[in-house]
């Protein structure tokens, strides 16, 4: 992600007053246009989190030091000073946190769970049984609420001990250690938990397709007994060619195989994406029959997070400036929001996001073609606004222009479902403001604003909106009740 510039020419500020009121003066102009029967009657629609940037508790109840952790302390990584810390403090309040999530009408929420928590020294100690017991507890609560959870195995934070016994996610090592994780995770919460994502946004993160090996293990010993889903989380962009040429077209299409395919393909499709192996060729790593194996398991599901969509422009029949993508390993095109000075879509506070709904559209269908409409969750998408000392609560409140973002997206979302994407559920970024990495407490993404000093949550104007949308698009879900299991570890 960039940095959280600011930059707004005038005609667009113009452009972001006038539009969000049509929006507001009818507030479901667009909820409208949806169409109730565009979203299955058994649709998810949640609010999603993740560990690290929510539940704070920093080393509570025996939880182990991990690499978030460690690299928030240190000085000058979070452009705020900040950590995760006390983060919202999800972990203490996330029976306060379910009730919003009840007042919303949500019925899922994604979050994921902290390592650390359950395995703080990985397999080189115990299991941490008061880690355990503080997400039984978060399942039980969400199900008696008829929130069904949808639980992320991997959201960047991995223990420290592992990092610094062999390096973490660069070691063979690490596939072993996750593997030992994710069995204690299928077997404690998987009698309640019917959706599991392995990693979330590995192709942004981490490299290796060795990690769908959890699917194999979740396949093997727990799918039959406890039924569920398993997939994976990426971030996925929509690319538009900045010209009609062929070269910009192709180098679109390069743009997915490089920022997505590359992960999907080998685990959907048993190999690396043309356009990846025609650049990177013997560079490539050669999967193993054992890995082929594996890879034969594949997803039920696969998660998207979009949140934005980018011009692109081939640099290998022309020389690019120097930019995002442009390398070898990146696939040789620049990335840009903008043409001859124009963006693809309204800006916002941050430098990556720009509004461009068709994208989501753009990017369902362009994955149900290539991988045989496979079911799929909108596991993100979301809109940023950097803190500004001269806003006042009240504007962070009345977010109409985040309003105007979900409705855009869901609008889209409803195109695709309409001409077949089999789309499951649409997960909004976030229920909370929260942790946002290196933009430490910066920038909120929250449908609930938090006063970082009190931790005080209140309902945005886009929580409202979200919970109208929710209520016109009734669902109707069937929940397994919340008698857990005991198990020795
Ligand atoms: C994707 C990441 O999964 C999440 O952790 C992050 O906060 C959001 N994008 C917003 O940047």
């Not at 479901?28 to 169409?35: D, E, N």
């Amino acid at each position: 992600m960039g940095t959280s510039t600011i930059h707004k020419p005038t005609f667009l500020i113009l452009q972001m007053f006038i539009s969000p009121l049509l929006i507001l003066c009818d507030d479901t102009t667009l909820a409208k246009s949806l169409g109730q029967s565009s979203f299955p009657s058994n649709f998810l629609f949640g609010t999603a989190s993740s560990a690290y940037q929510f539940e704070g508790a920093y080393l509570s109840d025996g939880k182990g030091l991990n690499n978030w952790d460690v690299f928030s302390h240190k000085p000058g990584n979070i452009i705020d000073g900040s950590n995760g810390d006390l983060a919202v403090d999800h972990y203490y309040r996330y029976m306060e946190d379910i009730e919003l999530m009840g007042s919303l009408g949500v019925n899922s929420y994604r979050f994921s769970i902290s390592w650390a928590r359950i395995l703080p020294a990985g397999r080189f100690g115990e299991v941490n049984l008061a880690g355990i017991d503080h997400y039984n507890k978060l399942i039980d609560v969400l199900l008696l609420k008829g929130i069904q959870p949808f639980v992320t195995l991997n959201h960047f934070d991995i223990p420290q001990e592992l990092e610094d016994r062999f390096g973490g996610w660069l070691s063979p090592e690490s596939q072993e250690e996750f593997l030992h994780f994710a069995d204690i995770c299928f077997k404690s919460f998987g009698d309640r938990v019917k959706y599991w994502a392995t990693f979330n946004e590995p192709n942004l993160q981490v490299t290796s397709g060795y990690r769908s090996a959890a699917v194999d293990i979740f396949r093997s010993k727990y799918q039959k007994k406890q039924g569920g889903m398993i997939g994976i989380v990426l971030y996925a962009a929509w690319f538009e060619p900045i010209s009609n040429s062929t070269a910009d077209k192709s180098a679109a299409e390069r743009a997915q195989s490089f920022l997505t395919n590359w992960i999907l393909d080998p685990i959907i499709l048993g190999r690396y994406p043309s356009e990846m192996n025609d650049i990177l060729g013997s560079n490539l790593p050669e999967f193993s029959n054992k890995d082929k194996d594996k890879l034969k398991s594949g997803l039920d599901f696969i998660g998207i997070n979009h949140y934005t969509s980018y011009y692109v422009q081939d640099c290998i029949s022309s020389k690019c400036e120097p930019g995002p993508g442009i390398s070898k390993t990146e696939g040789f095109y620049l990335q840009s929001s903008q043409r001859n000075g124009v963006p693809i879509g309204e800006y916002t506070d941050l430098d990556w996001l720009n509004v461009y709904p068709q994208g989501l559209e753009k990017t369902i269908t362009y994955i149900k073609e290539r991988y045989n409409n496979t079911p799929m969750f909108i596991t993100e998408n979301g809109y940023g606004e950097v803190y500004n000392p001269n806003s006042t609560i009240k504007d962070f409140l009345h977010d109409v222009r985040r309003v105007n973002y979900i409705a855009g997206y869901l609008n889209a979302l409803s195109v695709a479902i309409r001409k077949g994407a089999d789309v499951r559920g649409y997960f909004a970024w976030s229920l909370l403001d929260n942790f946002e990495w290196i933009f430490g407490y910066t920038v909120r993404f929250g449908l609930h604003h938090v006063d970082h000093a009190t931790l005080k949550r209140t309902p945005k104007l886009s929580a409202s909106w979200y919970k109208q949308f929710i209520t016109k698009h009734k669902v109707v879900t069937l929940m397994p009740g919340p008698n857990q299991q005991k198990f020795q570890y």
